[in-house]
């Protein structure tokens, strides 16, 4: 029993229903977790398989630990000066049929034992919010496209052969299960997600490019429908390799489609997609000048993993709360919000507690709020002040037949941070009407208070004949050249980082091209 916190501010609420919220506490990454085995499938192509240098100078892992003053990858170190290795996180990664390795976490899950991919990132992540044991399968290889080689069955024609592959190689590893890893103790497993990281062969090729957003939706139906699972959490790395400067039509529309397949109102809480532009590195701070392998940057590669394995435990979390865990946010007011489970006793109360302050392990009661709710009614928000900058942590707990002095179930600690920078305010412009091959001058209006840095990122779609002056300024030149007998609108969007905001502020115009 976790006892009561003594510190800041709490909020007590009771309900008309039993609520029993599900936890992620964190572990220490070194015991083995509870049964049943949360099982991941890290899938795609070649920068899945990882491509990051472990050594060799900038951009490799031993070069992030050296220059590490904080200690912030000190979890990736043990202290007898080798690579940490996880037993509450396996891994097992069939490269080829001679060349199998399974164990532990730790370094050198890439392409080869030298190198590393997202996993080492994911997994971290995934070990600290789960109290279960996890697996991570690798199904990934080189080359390979997703109109051909991973080819779902619903999108017509042939099947993929690495799309059967994926498969036999998730009930493989399975079956395997106690042989692979000894320390099994047998109570079962259960599939908890997908993480997939391709792209490169569908945008080098205008058809392939042309019929990404349908493959990918119709990729994730077909892999929920054949592992059984209806609902698998499914999370999308862009293929961002060229950072914000990327400029290459296909480029640009394939990663739209990436973008636009979570926002299907069927993937709604289930699909997410994470935009790995910002995590490039150019070739001078990198082992490589490989663009297409992130420039063979192993931290490019740790973050990827770790943004992904963020979006992961959000669409694991049922509670999906508001702010997002480690969000920015202005100083001041600050509404929290969150999804109550489902009820497993109707009738019976609930005391619901929002515990809120600046120490996570010193949460208090300033004051209690109380209110009784009518039946069917819920509660799921409450506004508290932050007034300073700096990290502030709250939590929701309930408590078992609607007794405060009972047995509280907790749910995680989420944390957001107080900045007195604003987000950005972005109007697009007007709509626009045009003829091809008209120069327009885009008017957009950015408002923002100055305190740090923007970056800005115009994109066309459809892409096909749009060229930018430049795509990273407020208001550039567009020229869009494109025959046709009918119309066509033309969206264009226009995101603005803020860098203390993960999430970009945006906002779109139209063109209509006439003929």
Known sequence: MKAHRAGCFRVVFLLAVVLVFWACSPVSGQPAGKSPVKV???????NMEGKGAISGGAGTLEDLLQNDARGTYSYLGSANGQWAVRDDVWITYERSATSIRSGGLTVGYGSNDTQVGPELGFGHVMGDALESQILLIKTCWGGKSLAVDFRPPSSGGAVGFYYTEMLRLVDKALADLGTTFPDYDGQGYALAGIFWHQGWNDRVNQGFNDEYEVNLANFIRDVRRDLGTPSLPFVIATTGMSGWDETHPRALSLMEAQLAVAQYREFQGTVATVDTRPFYRPASESPSGQAYHWN???????????????????????????????????????????????????????????????????????????????????????????????????????????????????????????????????DAGEDRVAKSGEAIQLNATVVDDGVSALTYAWRAYPAEGVVFSATDVEDPIVTITRNSRQSITYILTLAVNDELYRTPVKDSMEIILRP
């Open 40 to 46: 991941f499938v890290l899938a795609g192509q070649s």
């Open 296 to 426: 063979s940057n192993a931290v490019t590669y740790l973050d990827i993993g770790i943004a992904s394995g963020e979006a992961m435990k959000e669409l694991l979390d049922p509670m999906a709360p508001s702010p997002a865990d480690q969000a920015t946010v202005p100083v001041g007011d600050v509404v929290l919000n969150w999804t109550n489970l489902e009820p497993t006793v109707a009738g019976e109360p609930v005391f619901v507690d929002v515990w809120f302050g600046t120490e996570p392990n010193a949460l208090s009661p300033e004051y209690d709020y109380t209110r009784v709710l009518g039946a069917g009614e819920d509660v799921n928000t409450v506004t508290v002040n932050a007034p300073l900058a700096g990290p502030y942590y709250w939590e929701v707990v309930s408590y078992v037949n609607g007794d405060p002095a009972g047995e509280p179930i907790h749910g995680n600690v989420y944390t957001f941070y107080g900045s007195t920078d604003r987000p950005p305010t972005v």
